[in-house]
């Protein structure tokens, strides 16, 4: 249950792009179909941002997208707003009835 | 409106024990899957348990294994965590969350602190 990687760090200008990547194995991330994204402001409880990959939620604008390749999840988010500041962490379903998350990444709208 | 207010947490002492409570309501409590998060201060967010919708099936993180108990009481719509031999490292606040779709959580309580320190 090793937790899946993620840049400690991304940034951006408004309205630029950035995407957030989440590495993991082949016994989490590449062999399951079930990876989420969540977004944490500091002290407030985590938000569902992509589901499955790359569902997005009702309420949860198109600028956020999800994909993956092999054992490496991203998420991009397109059109950069001073309020997607905040912290994001993956999490993929494990087997057998466990999840693991990343150890998340702080982005910083410049 | 989905809720879920989380209950419970505190000071204790290493090796003690807490229960912590998680009150469900706007949607059918009994038809849901439903997880434990934590995460320490200036930390990360780290899955702890699950639990089926019938409470028969229940799995935890090696990190707790054999320590922590999660239950629920679907007639009371509550998720209950017991939590024994609690050490330093489990000081963390504590999330409970509901699986929308399954596999992922799709709403979240706002988190009850639990403190183990002497």
């Known amino acids: 249950q090793s937790a899946l990687t993620q840049p400690r760090s991304v940034s951006g200008s408004p309205g630029q792009s950035v995407t957030i990547s989440c590495t993991g194995t082949s016994s989490d991330v590449g062999g399951y179909n079930y990876v989420s994204w969540y977004q944490q402001y500091s002290g407030i409880a985590p938000k569902l941002m992509i589901s499955d990959v790359s569902q997005r939620p009702s309420g949860v604008p198109d600028r956020f997208s999800g994909s993956k390749s092999g054992n490496t999840a991203s998420l991009t988010i397109s059109g950069l707003q001073a309020e997607d500041e905040a912290d994001y962490y993956c999490?993929?379903?494990?087997?057998?009835?466990?999840?693991?998350f990343g150890g998340g990444t702080k982005l910083t709208v410049l | 409106e989905v809720q879920l207010v989380e209950s419970g947490g505190g000071l204790v002492q290493p090796g003690g024990s807490l229960r912590l409570s998680c009150a469900a309501s706007g949607f059918t409590f009994s038809s849901y899957w439903m997880h434990w998060v934590r995460q320490a201060p200036g930390k990360g967010l780290v899955w702890v348990s699950h639990?089926?919708?019938?409470?028969?099936?229940?799995h935890f993180a090696d990190s707790v294994k054999g320590r922590f108990t999660i239950s629920r009481d679907n007639a009371k719509n509550t998720l209950f965590l017991q939590m024994n031999s609690l050490r330093a490292e489990d000081t963390a606040v504590y999330y409970c969350?509901?699986?929308?779709?399954?596999?992922?959580?799709?709403?979240w309580g706002q988190g009850t602190l639990v403190t183990v320190s002497s």
């Open positions: 639990i089926n919708s019938d409470g028969s099936s229940t």
């Open positions: 969350a509901r699986a929308g779709g399954y596999y992922s959580l799709d709403s």
């Open positions: 999490c993929s379903y494990a087997g057998s009835y466990t999840w693991v």
